[in-house]
């Protein structure tokens, strides 16, 4: 009987079968683990019926378990070399492969329910994490990240590791940590622990406008910092700010961090940044 496609001795075979090797710059670092892999399409809602967009296929494996779940699955792939993996191992999974940058994809064309689930490339993690918040047929992501971005993901206000990121995703719904991942379940191991996580968007209510966005994104730029501080640096008025922070029963001098997010949202309203 044939090794799976995961284990180590296959991945290693597949690369040298094609002249290979993984690119660190691209973020290379394949699952070698079946475990891992069952718990990730599992986690992410694979199933009959469901569509999924996985981002960064590589060698198929990830795609293959989606697929085999009866998901139907778009996966989008940069990395050119790997046209003739991926028809090989992707053979009647009924997976469809679009070849070129995640970056350039226009995610408002998906369908409406989509879920992605990936192994994200690290080094574009936070650029397509807003891509998927952005796409309102997006529904959920359930993804493979570094697990530093994992925790940054979920923080709460004055935890450590809460900023933009922790306040984007709950602006937009709710994050689950599913498991970490050791460095052992890659080939090549990467230099951190990983952690799987979900997120589920909340497509239900109004999207958060763009310049909430921005508020958010300014009031925690600098870290350390007080909120008066950020929101004096892109401008608005102290005077404004006093009142505002007043009316919101926050300290003067409260750092961005330590507001829970509903009041950063208030005080937006009553700096008239959204209506
Ligand atoms: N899914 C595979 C697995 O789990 O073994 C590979 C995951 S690997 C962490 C990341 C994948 O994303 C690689 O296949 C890489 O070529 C691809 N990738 C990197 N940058 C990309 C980009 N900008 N757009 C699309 N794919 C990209």
Redesign the pocket.
Known sequence: TELPLYSPARVRELLAQHGLRPTKS??????IDGNILRSIAEAGGAAAGEKVL??????G??TREIASRGAQVKA????ER?RPVLADTLAGTGAEVVWG???DFDYASLPAGTRVI????YY?TGLLLSRFMEAESIVSATVLVQKEVAQRLAARPSDDAYGFLSALAALYGTVKHVRDVPKGAFFPAPDVTSSVVRLDFDRTKPQPPRALIDFVDAALHHRRKTLRNNLRMVGHDPAAIDAALQEAGQRPDVRAEDVPLHELIHIAHLLNVVR
């Open positions: 691209l973020g290379q670092n394949f699952l996985e981002i960064g296929p590589g060698l494996v990830l989008l792939e940069k990395d790997l940058d995640a970056l990936a192994n994200l490339p574009i």
